[in-house]
């Protein structure tokens, strides 16, 4: 049985994902972390998270549902491109292994979190719920050893589009579902 998670996302662009893979690389040493080779095209900012879905007939057939609210409700959706830029690393400690180490930030995210608001109300007008609880973040890789919040600059990109995908859960791998430009 696969598991499929639903989500809205913003994906730097190949460059950018590189050279955020190299700092990835540069922290696991600094923190003295497990290193592996950066996984660059996983990486994003997830906007809105559409819910868990196992490919049971039922859940199938809800899935698709959602897919469509999701799709009508991106293609509706008008926005400039945001800048994406974190000044802030950190392990969010929900859990006590394999925690995620994050770029995160305050002000220079607030782009980000208006647009997310912006696409939360064209998806709510669609029929679909959104969660109100909302830390913008990228999440770099998972370790078993927490980093404290600590200031991090970080220079990001300029977002030109939204995305939706499917993340095959315990599969490593996002399948994109559809994009639309904010212009």
Not at 83 to 103: A, E
Not at 123 to 139: I, N
Request: charged share 20%.
């Amino acid at each position: 049985m696969t598991v499929h998670a639903l989500f809205f996302c913003l994906r730097p662009d190949p460059g950018t994902a590189a050279r955020l893979g190299a700092i990835s690389d540069d922290v696991a040493r600094r923190f003295r972390m497990r290193v592996r080779p950066p996984r660059t095209e996983r990486l994003h900012v997830t906007l809105h998270h559409l819910g868990w879905y196992d490919d049971q007939t039922d859940q199938v057939d809800v899935m698709a549902e959602v897919r469509s609210l999701a799709e009508a409700a991106a293609a509706s959706f008008r926005h400039g491109p945001v800048r994406v830029d974190f000044d802030q690393l950190l392990s969010f400690t929900r859990k006590q292994r394999n925690l995620p180490l994050v770029l995160s930030g305050g002000e220079c995210l607030a782009a980000v979190r208006a647009m997310r608001a912006a696409l939360g109300e064209r998806l709510r007008a669609s029929g679909l719920s959104t969660d109100p609880h909302f830390t913008p973040h990228l999440t770099l890789f998972y370790d078993d050893h927490a980093v404290a919040p600590q200031p991090f600059i970080v220079p990001g990109w300029t977002a030109t589009e939204i995305l939706l995908l499917d993340s095959l859960q315990g599969q490593s791998t996002h399948v994109e579902l559809g994009r639309w430009p904010l212009a």
